[in-house]
């Protein structure tokens, strides 16, 4: 019997490794997904679409003059919009003011911020099966943060079933802490150099768009292994103070049996002593009457 609850045991505890594991790369997604994160990497990654596929540079370079054109002869518009290659783009007159480069940045910021926010009508799953290579936004979008999210709440629940049932399957329950915070530890040590393998791919597009997915590994590293590392010290502080009841505990069980074994030993009777010169008893004033008696007669 104690081998297998040793078994399930081990089972279980490997399984909550996978789920830790597994809701640090989903925790990782969410937090890499964030717009905020998403844009100046996205922006790198878009400028070179827009140079090869697109050609921007060149479009914008040979629409500047018609910009400010248009801008100069309607005062009462703050936009010129244009579009290419099924992509539209909306610039500002105040941008436009400030030339080609400024219109460049504007136009990609936009790219970006659609590409971003778009509303799919498929799910994140059925989007990925109909993925178009050309335009991969849906994986750096919020529709994805939003999927990668409810990923990471899943695994926390199935973590917090399985912490459960560790607790149930440990003979001393003081230990769990001390379990959960290894197995914690050990699973957020593999994103500790996530970003540094990525870099070596950092020349090819596709990588760098998958690079932004884990731009946030180290830290989910540093939240995972700090918050593992404080469960397990709390594992050994709690281990610390049961020893330590246990000791008083121990030293108070033998106090009280020292005690019993006082008060069970047996108790000498005291013998009274008389004293020589206690008064007479009434048989020894019969007894000198007899021998009064004797000696009258006698005479």
Not at 69 to 92: A, G, K, L
Not at 147 to 161: A, D
Not at 200 to 229: E, R
Not at 258 to 270: A, G, I, L, T, W
Request: charged residues 20%.
């Amino acid at each position: 019997m104690g081998m297998i609850r040793s078994g399930v045991l081990f089972a279980v505890v490997v399984l909550l490794f996978w789920s830790f594991f597994a809701g640090n790369i989903f925790l990782t997604m969410d937090m890499s997904l964030d717009y905020d994160n998403v844009k100046p990497e996205l922006t790198a990654v878009i400028k070179e679409v827009a140079a090869g596929q697109i050609d921007l540079d060149s479009e914008v370079d040979s629409r500047i003059d018609e910009m400010n054109s248009y801008c100069e002869n309607n005062t009462n518009v703050s936009e010129f919009v244009f579009s290419e290659q099924d992509q539209t783009f909306v610039v500002s007159c105040e941008t436009i003011a400030q030339g080609s480069e400024a219109v460049l940045n504007q136009s990609i910021d936009g790219m970006v911020e659609e590409g971003y926010y778009k509303e799919y009508d498929c799910d994140f799953i059925d989007c990925i099966r109909e993925l178009d290579l050309s335009q991969p936004f849906v994986l750096v979008s919020a529709k994805a943060k939003d999927y990668w999210k409810g990923k990471f709440y899943f695994s926390l629940i199935v973590s917090l079933i399985l912490i459960v049932l560790v607790f149930f399957l440990v003979e001393q329950k003081f230990n769990l802490p001390i379990v959960v915070g290894i197995v914690m530890v050990l699973s957020s040590l593999p994103f500790m150099k996530i970003n540094w393998l990525l870099s070596f791919f950092a020349d090819q597009m596709y990588l760098q768009i998958f690079s932004i997915f884990l731009s946030k590994s180290y830290t989910v590293f540093l939240i995972m292994f700090s918050l593992g590392l404080f469960i397990l010290i709390l594992g050994v502080v709690l281990r610390f103070f049961k020893f330590g009841f246990w000791i008083s505990g121990l030293f108070e069980k033998f106090g009280k049996k020292k005690d019993v074994e006082k008060s069970s030993k047996p108790v000498v009777p005291v013998k009274k002593v008389v004293k020589a010169n206690k008064s007479p008893t009434s048989s020894d004033a019969r007894e000198d009457t007899r021998r009064i008696k004797k000696v009258v007669g006698k005479k």
